[in-house]
């Protein structure tokens, strides 16, 4: 910058002395050519009259005039042949003079003779009386003393153009100064920040103190900063913001261009600055939410379906290290469910699901139930899903302990039922076991007819009992966490045999209407028989509340029903009871709602029955008339159906 | 095949009626069958046998009922009931009703010959209730025999017998039931109401020959505690 400066000052320095050299030059040249045509001009009639003294007075006069003498070597005049008239020298003229001839049909010549060592313009004019040339005038002019005024010039001149430098130096100086080096120093605190470096002292200013102490916004950072938050819209500051009207960061200083830029600077990167740290402390705050969570929190590519980020709960709870739950795909922690959840949102699904009771694996395959919240986010750049997962293990188990509560609890209701029940081909075989061995003792002949019948008999019975035994197992066992798949009818016919006799005695007739052949539901089968034993068990209350079991003529009656509709496959339950009042509807599947009187029952029974259906992903609704009888109807969707489409 | 006694079952276990066939004709007996209270009811009606041997727990018409229908067609026929184990109420219901006796399922032969027995004895006994109670005087107790149904009727008799005991001023009465001598529920509430006042005044009582049967229902409510009970008479006075 300077260098071109200067480069420039003093080529323009250079152009302007050789015009100026140049001119003057020619300025004196001139000036020795209108000498000698003044000369010429009154010197005619003196030559024509041959009048030689007044033609010396003459160049004497115009030689010695002020400062020509300096200037004028000297002047003399010849005639047309070249004869000397008169000249002012007080030497004898050096015959070199004379050989600047003028030639014919030119005014005036000029040109540089080296008289005895003295170098002299020598400059010619014709002397003219009308056409014809009578005589020519020289003038010499001294080139010394030309050079000598040249010399002065040039170091007038020269003086001249330092100054110009010298100024220009100052001028770019003060330039640097008081433009240049903010804009220098700004750029190179922005270098800083761009390289993510915030604690530069940022003196742009006397005055400046960056202390981050005297901004409230800055230590409390969920004040917001007024002049960031709220000063566009052009009001005073608030009440908690009183101090910040003169901010101790926010500046606006009067001044240039250049003031006013590096106070907007500083604002700006007061501004990055805070906000810079309030979004350090809330990504703190939300990755200790994330890292120090209860739940194990997932986060889920949509396309791709792998784990891109898990906290540390995942790690505690699924058994896995975190690089090996990040190399696995989200699917292979739940095959089962976990499908769905990714093809809802890949599919476009948007806002939060929530997929209950979700079977998925530890570590060495260990199943385990959890709760799955899942909802979409952008994570880097990608669709993804965050996955909160909540480990309900322990409360399934108490909700498996509760429904074998309510499972010993229906047992214990069936005993005199069962006991019956198995007395009954007990009796017989213990008949047909005395009859032989009567028959044994007294020696009688057993026709091989009653014989084998007798035995036939025993084997059945026997079988009939251990089906009851069998049944009555299935029923207590404690169900696993995994479902199987059942067929809905079985369930029907297992509690039927426990208690269809036992229903009968009190003359309550079983109508079955079962359909062969239905899809089968996931589920737990003894789970389902203990719905239907508490739904069929209900249906007799209803009755036996409506009517009495000697009563011939009242309808005494309990149909079952299974069958498909609308993709799901449901088993009604209708009896011909007193029916549920309008009122109690939409209670009788809360806990410890009863309709029996106190002491008869606990008010469990639907309350379990309600949470069995719902864990199969099924319903259950009521369909009362008072005094006609009640329909319990519960749908569960099909094995591999659920959540899905219907089929 | 006529002149053999005619008895009818009534069951609902169509497997037990089949055993019942094989066993009772193995004793003996003309076989009738029904299912249920009314076709028992109506087979009864139509063929009029001496015995019949019903359950108690049935559809349609239970025991109880067709028992009533029974003693109500003709007083004079014997019903033993079959019970399920452990069902005295019922068992007891039905000694009210003047069942002859009641047998638990499984049906053990011992006690269904018991019952059998009991049955025919008491079909063969006439029904005076005065002949039925007499007291003998044994060297180290008054000895009351008791012979057939002890009911609502008896029980004057049972008293009069008592004090008549009591006067032989021995230390210990005993009371022997005979083979054929059954107790129905208003039997048991004034033999038990008996025992009761007699224990007060610090007289030992014993029962004898009572058939394991009637033991199980004495046990219940409770006569076992006032009275020491033997199998024999000869045990008892031992």
Redo the contacts between chains.
């Keep these: 910058m300077l260098v071109a400066v200067l480069f420039i000052s003093v080529a323009i320095a250079f152009i302007a002395r050789y015009i100026l050299l140049s001119s003057l030059n020619q300025e004196l040249e001139m000036r020795g050519e209108a000498i000698a045509h003044s000369v010429a001009e009154r010197g005619g009639s003196y030559i024509l009259d041959n009048d030689i003294p007044q033609l010396l007075v003459l160049i004497f006069d115009e030689a010695k005039l002020h400062q020509r003498k300096h200037l004028l070597s000297y002047i003399f005049i010849e005639d047309v042949n070249g004869k000397l008239l008169a000249h002012t020298m007080t030497k004898r003229l050096p015959d070199v003079l004379l050989s600047n001839k003028l030639p014919q049909g030119k005014h005036d010549a000029i040109k540089l003779l080296n008289v005895e060592g003295e170098h002299i313009y020598d400059v010619a004019a014709a002397i003219n009386e009308g056409l014809y040339r009578i005589g020519t005038v020289h003038v010499g002019l001294n080139k010394e003393h030309i050079d000598t005024l040249v010399g002065k010039l040039r170091v007038a001149f020269l003086g001249f153009i330092s100054l110009v430098v010298l100024i220009t130096i100052f001028l770019s100086s003060w330039l640097t100064r008081y433009i240049t080096k903010p804009i220098t120093d700004l750029t190179r605190l922005s270098d800083e920040i761009s390289r993510g470096n915030f604690d530069i002292p940022l003196k742009l200013g006397p005055d400046e103190d960056w202390d981050t102490a005297n901004c409230p916004a800055f230590t409390n950072t969920d004040l917001p900063c007024w002049h960031f938050d709220e000063s566009r819209s052009g009001e005073a500051p608030g009440e908690e913001h009183r101090k910040c009207a003169k901010c101790a960061f926010y500046r606006k200083h009067e001044g240039d261009e250049v003031v006013q830029l590096s106070d907007s600077f500083r604002n700006m990167v007061w501004s990055i600055k805070l906000y810079r740290r309030r979004l350090r402390e809330s990504e703190e705050k939300y990755r200790s939410l994330f890292d120090s969570g209860p739940d194990p929190i997932f986060v889920v590519d949509c396309a791709t379906g792998d784990i891109r980020d898990a906290n540390p709960r995942t790690e505690e709870l699924y058994g896995y290290a975190k690089e090996e739950l990040l190399a696995l795909k989200f699917l292979n922690l739940g095959p089962e469910h976990n499908a769905e959840c990714l093809n809802y949102f890949s599919e476009g699904g948007g806002g939060c699901v929530y997929f209950p009771k979700v079977l998925h694996y530890k570590k060495g395959n260990e199943p385990f139930f959890v709760n799955m919240h899942a909802c979409p986010i952008s994570y880097r750049g990608r669709h993804a899903i965050i996955v909160a997962v909540t480990d309900i293990t322990e409360m399934i188990e108490k909700d498996a302990q509760l429904i074998q509560a309510g499972k010993m609890k229906s047992l214990g209701e069936m005993s005199a039922g069962v006991?019956?029940e198995i007395?009954?081909?007990?009796?017989?075989?213990?008949?047909?076991s005395?009859?032989l061995?009567?028959?044994q003792e007294?020696d009688?002949a057993v026709s091989k007819e009653?014989f084998l019948?007798?035995v036939a008999?025993i084997s059945?019975?026997v079988d009939r009992a251990a089906e009851i035994i069998d049944t009555l197992r299935s029923f207590g066992r404690k169900s696993d966490l995994i479902e199987e798949l059942v067929d809905i009818n079985q369930p029907v016919r297992a509690v039927l045999s426990m208690v269809r006799r036992q229903f009968?005695?009190?003359?309550i007739r079983f109508e079955l209407d079962l359909t062969e052949g239905l899809p089968k539901v996931s589920a737990h089968s003894n789970r389902l028989q203990q719905v239907i034993f508490n739904l069929v068990t209900n249906a007799r209350d209803a009755i036996n509340d409506c009517s009495s079991p000697?009563d011939a003529v009242c309808d005494r009656r309990i149909t079952i029903r299974t069958g498909k509709s609308e993709g799901k496959i449901y088993t009604e339950i209708e009896d011909t009871g007193a029916g549920i009042r309008e009122e109690d509807q939409h209670k009788i599947f809360e806990p410890f709602f009863t309709t029996k009187e106190a002491g008869q029952g606990m008010g469990l029974g639907l309350a379990i029955t309600y949470g069995i259906v719902k864990d199969y992903g099924g319903d259950i609704r009521i369909n009362s008339d008072n005094k006609k009888g009640t329909v319990f109807r519960m749908q569960f969707p099909a094995a591999n159906t659920r959540g899905g489409p219907s089929i | 095949m006529t002149d053999k006694e005619k008895v009818l079952v009534i069951d609902d276990e169509k497997p037990t009626l089949r055993m019942f066939s094989l066993l009772l004709s193995a004793y003996g007996y003309d076989i009738l069958t029904a299912e249920n209270g009314h076709e028992g009811v109506e087979l009864f009606k139509a063929e009029r046998p001496n015995l019949v041997l019903t359950d108690i727990k049935m559809p349609v018409m239970d025991g109880i009922e067709a028992l009533k229908e029974i003693k109500r067609i003709d007083p004079h026929a014997e019903v033993i009931v079959i019970t399920g184990h452990g069902d005295m109420d019922l068992a007891i219901q039905a000694l009210n009703l003047d069942a002859t006796d009641f047998i638990n399922k499984p049906l053990q032969r011992e006690a269904l010959e018991q019952a059998l027995n009991r049955a025919s004895e008491r079909l063969a006994i006439t029904r005076n209730e005065e002949g039925q109670i007499s007291v003998r005087e044994r060297p180290e107790a008054a000895v009351i025999a008791v012979r057939g149904n002890i009911s609502g009727h008896t029980v004057p008799h049972l008293d009069a017998a008592f004090r008549t005991a009591k006067g032989l001023g021995k230390g210990l009465i005993l009371i022997h039931f005979e083979d054929n001598a059954s107790i129905n529920g208003a039997g048991i509430t004034g033999l038990t109401r008996l025992l009761q006042t007699h224990r007060d005044e610090g007289i030992q009582v014993a029962l004898a020959g009572l058939s394991p049967n009637f033991k199980t229902v004495f046990d219940m409510v409770g006569i076992t505690k006032l009275a020491s009970m033997y199998e024999s008479a000869e045990e008892a006075l031992q």
């Design positions: 006991a019956h007395n009954q081909p007990l009796n017989a075989i213990k008949m047909g005395e009859y061995a009567m028959m007294q009688l009653d019948q007798v008999e059945a019975q009968e005695l009190d003359n000697m």
